[in-house]
């Protein structure tokens, strides 16, 4: 069974440019996450979606930061325009239910913003 | 205070010492994840607990939902081990979680040959 797919693996930005990334869940897995992870400290979640609706974006930077799932499948993460403090490792996740079920995690796009 | 804390942060072990990560939480939760964090690799789950006790090769975890605390152990330690580890809890709202994680900062492991 293939795992949570992202690209890219890396990328470096000037601040003030945007950036997006990709990622391919599980197939059949219903729920996807973004988390932000910051070097030295744990993911933090910033989007979680049920098919392509959102359930929870509340520590989304709604100012600079967008995610979709189009047809309950792919999601893309985008910042527009980056700031330095977004320099972090942007891991996806999914699980077949978001009800305490299992996630798995995809080896996560690491942002570096100068 | 974070909602979840993991003890010790930084740990240094020789090969096949017995370990101890510790995790207290102050949310109620509906499980409880264990994870591991390879440098520059993604995330594997290593255990989902909501009561007792799991065991997988050399790796045993532990929670009491009384305490809201859990132990990830590490029988026989090996180099291969060093990584870091993160717990996480789900946490639960009228009994239903929505799958949403909170993680605690992660415990540094390094073993030594």
């Known amino acids: 069974e293939a795992g949570v797919a992202q690209s890219p693996r890396y990328k470096i930005i000037e601040k003030r440019q945007s950036v997006a990334f990709w990622c391919n869940p599980i197939?059949?897995?219903?729920?996807l996450y973004w988390y932000q992870q910051i070097l030295g400290q744990g993911p933090k979640l910033l989007i979680q979606?049920?098919?392509?609706?959102?359930?929870?974006d509340s520590q989304l930077p709604k100012d600079r930061f967008s995610a979709e799932r189009l047809k309950g499948v792919d999601s893309t993460l985008k910042i527009q325009p980056a700031k330095l403090e977004d320099s972090a490792v942007y891991l996806c996740?999914?699980?077949?239910?978001?009800?305490?079920?299992?996630?798995?995690f995809g080896p996560g796009t690491r942002l570096t913003v100068l | 205070k974070n909602e979840v804390e993991q003890s010790p942060q930084n740990l240094t072990a020789q090969e096949g010492e017995f370990i101890t990560i510790n995790c207290s939480y102050s949310?109620?939760?509906?499980?409880l994840h264990w994870l591991q964090q390879h440098p520059g690799g993604g995330i594997v789950s290593l255990f989902m607990?909501?009561?007792g006790k799991k065991k997988h090769g050399r790796l045993i975890a532990t929670i009491n939902i009384q305490e809201k605390h859990s132990s990830l152990h590490i029988t026989a330690s090996h180099p291969r081990d060093s990584a870091v580890y993160i717990c996480?809890?789900?946490?639960?709202?009228?009994?239903?979680?929505?799958?949403?994680?909170?993680f605690g900062q992660g415990t540094i492991l390094t073993v030594h040959p």
């Open positions: 197939s059949g897995h219903a729920t």
């Open positions: 607990l909501s009561s």
């Open positions: 996740a999914s699980s077949l239910i978001g009800l305490a079920g299992e996630q798995f």
């Open positions: 979606f049920q098919n392509n609706g959102v359930v929870d």
């Open positions: 949310v109620g939760i509906s499980a």
């Open positions: 996480a809890v789900d946490g639960s709202a009228g009994g239903t979680s929505y799958g949403k994680l909170t």
